[in-house]
């Protein structure tokens, strides 16, 4: 709050680059690139800031940074501000697009498909000519955390034939300028610490110029830094360099990718996924038109192939295009695929003859096993984990606070209540009633039948996340304030509330709380692990019992016994018994996102961070069978089943796949 007020002072001075020679009017306006928050919003924490932000002389402009939207979010808050999460403007004759690059209550920054499709559609608003400024939180060079190359190069072909004078971003919270795809980008500074200061953005005379200010002097450094100085004429359109594959899937072999005319001196490195160790390199003026790349080694379903063009002074330049493998002749199973238009965050429903859906545009969609269409339901705000089956009713809620109880067959609405707080949790089904966790660490019983609350209890104010055990009339659920909590399901009175397992061993911190994986009973004990990729045990009375295993990242129960899947970081699944033995460890691809393994048909379903789904045999932990749903975007809805023949997941481009199993 002491370097806002810095900054609200700074507001009302004219802007000085006394380097560049200029002293210019004062601030027309204000972005800020993200983590406003360091655990979201919460509590007065958005009113503080609205408080904060109301002295700076100018207007202000916010995006959302990962510390905003993982422990909560601040989308609804800024669809009330700005009118949504993604947004634009005009100022003068320049353009500015601030766009959410950061993942719905998850660290990850993501591009879905919701905001790349409401930036063609903005784009197609405006003359091809005109200046765009970009702020966003997520870096585009560098590693900031995307799934892919691929993932970036969708907004980068989005922005062909477009004047992009500069990208202004944060995350980093460092003093630097570098280029992304030709374009110049600035790393915004910090409100505290060693990078505490701002940049101001000038246009003067037909030059755009960017200075780094620090709030304080130091002798091991400039307080004003220069960063940027170019000529707005010499911003050009950015150029199209596109890879030829073929549209329809290939049968394995070799794939055929044709290559772009290079300029002249041009070297080009051209690769598959992210495999950069056996990247093909093609020659300084190499005039191949078409090169053939071996793909014996990649798993059926989607990739993608990347080319990186370097030219004169190290510009280089990267496009990349998709590609899919058709599984082998006799495959055991089928594939099925529909878009829905936004990314999906929601474990899908395997229910009857049905496949339901929620997208982070709020759209409840029941698709046929072959994913055709056949209802759709629309809450009007972002879904994110909360779509609950009770038995022929479908619950849904939004990050509006809005609970929608739907016919499962047909999708017409039942009942719907207005909550005062986001839901992010499914549901808890228990007794003819729901249990719904909000995210303002809000516990309510309603009741299926006609959407009246049983009882409210405040229990902490922070989120909570992963949908409730209900277990011998209690729930047992975790917040990320960094504690698991029982609760009485008839009052919602605390029984008794422990540190998740890291808080048990050394650092208690909400940063490692176990708030997005649901608590898992099994043999008389509770199983929990948190953000500190810790698994641990718990007594039905609270009693912590131990620490199982580390770099765990989601768990879930086996059916037929007292044990537990635990997927790992270091890319493999493990089943223990309830003492933390191992009965098997394979190698698969995993990552860290915490989406929970199931099993279907005795087996064992996991899937990557970026859509690699793997099927294990749950007595051996055999490899039976692999899929990649998605080329290498981040795939965050965990797995749909029916525990019989079908699996379903979705990426954050919207694509839903199902998988049936056929009988072999």
């Known amino acids: 709050m002491k370097t806002l007020k810095w900054l609200a002072q700074c507001s009302s001075e004219p802007v000085v680059q006394e380097i560049y020679g200029i002293e210019a009017d004062l601030p027309a306006f204000a972005i800020h690139t993200g983590d406003v928050m360091e655990y979201g919003p919460v509590g007065l924490a958005w009113q503080d800031f609205e408080q904060a932000i109301a002295k700076i002389a100018c207007p202000v402009s916010l995006v959302p940074g990962n510390h905003d939207n993982t422990w909560g979010e601040i989308n609804h808050l800024l669809k009330g501000t700005y009118g949504d999460d993604s947004y634009s403007f005009d100022i003068g004759d320049c353009h500015f697009l601030c ?28 003359p091809r000519d005109k200046l765009l400024f970009i702020a966003m939180h997520h870096p585009l060079s560098g590693n900031a955390g995307y799934a892919s190359e691929f993932d970036k190069l969708r907004l980068s072909k989005l922005l062909i034939g477009r004047r992009v004078a500069l990208i202004m971003d944060g995350h980093w919270h460092t003093v630097h300028c570098q280029r992304w795809q030709g374009i110049d980008r600035v790393n915004g500074g910090a409100t505290f610490g060693e990078h505490t200061g701002y940049n101001t953005v000038t246009m003067v005379d037909g030059t755009l110029r960017v200075m ?14 220069p960063l940027l100085e170019k000529k707005l004429e010499d911003v050009a359109s950015i150029s199209e360099y596109s890879l030829g594959v073929p549209n329809e899937p290939i049968s394995g072999g070799q794939l055929p990718v044709q290559i772009p005319k290079l300029p002249r001196h041009a070297r080009l490195r051209i690769w598959i996924d992210s495999d950069l160790e056996h990247s093909l390199q093609l020659p300084k003026g190499s005039n191949a038109n078409n090169i053939l790349l071996d793909t014996e080694n990649l798993c059926p379903g989607w990739h993608f192939v990347s080319a990186r063009i370097r ?69 009007h705000s972002q879904v994110v984990h909360s779509l609950t089956a009770a038995d022929d009713r479908i619950l849904v809620g939004n990050i509006s606070g809005g609970l929608h109880c739907l016919r499962a067959t047909d999708g017409r609405s039942i ?11 499914a549901s808890g089904v228990h007794g003819g009633l729901a249990y719904l966790a909000d995210g303002a660490g809000w516990l309510h019983a309603i009741s299926l039948n006609d959407g009246q609350i049983r009882w409210s209890r405040e229990v902490t104010s922070y989120a909570f996340e992963a949908q409730p055990l209900v277990f011998e009339d209690r729930l047992f659920i975790s917040s990320w304030d960094g504690f698991i909590y029982a609760v009485d399901c008839n009052t919602g009175g605390v029984i008794w509330k422990s540190w998740s397992p890291k808080g048990h061993q050394d650092v208690k911190s909400r940063y490692y709380g176990a708030a997005d994986n649901p608590i898992v009973a099994i043999g008389g004990s509770l199983f929990a692990n948190n953000r500190a990729w810790m698994l641990g045990s718990f007594a039905l009375n609270g009693d912590f019992q131990a620490v199982l295993q580390d770099k765990v990242t989601s768990i879930a129960a086996g059916q037929s016994d007292h044990s537990l899947y635990a997927k790992t970081l270091d890319n493999r699944l493990v089943r223990i018994d309830r003492k933390g033995n191992r009965i098997w460890d394979a190698e698969v691809p995993t990552g860290r996102v915490p989406n929970q393994p199931v099993e279907c048909a005795g087996q064992v379903a996991v899937l990557s961070d970026t859509g690699i789904l793997t099927l294990l045999a749950c007595d051996s932990g055999l490899q039976t069978l692999q899929y990649s749903i998605s080329p290498r975007l981040y795939c965050l809805s965990g797995i749909g089943t029916d525990g019989i023949d079908t699996l379903v997941a979705a990426d954050m481009d919207g694509t839903v796949t199902s998988l049936q199993l056929l009988d072999t």
């Open 99 to 126: 766009i959410n690059s950061s993942g719905l209550l998850d660290p990850l920054p993501c591009l879905d498909r919701r905001t790349l499709d409401w930036i063609t559609t903005d784009l197609e608003k405006i």
């Open 212 to 225: 780094f200010r620090y709030e304080k002097e130091s002798v091991e450094r400039l307080q004003i830094v």
């Open 311 to 379: 030219g004169k002074k190290r510009l280089a330049i990267t496009t990349a295009e998709r590609f899919k493998l058709l599984p082998v002749k006799d495959a055991p199973f089928l594939i099925s695929e529909a878009n829905l238009g936004a990314g999906v965050k929601a474990r899908p429903l395997v229910q009857d003859d049905l496949i339901i859906v929620a997208n982070t545009s709020g759209l409840v969609v029941g698709l046929s096993r072959k994913l055709e269409k056949k209802w759709a339901y629309d809450t």
């Open 415 to 425: 009942w719907k209540i207005s909550l005062p707080n986001s839901l992010y949790a």
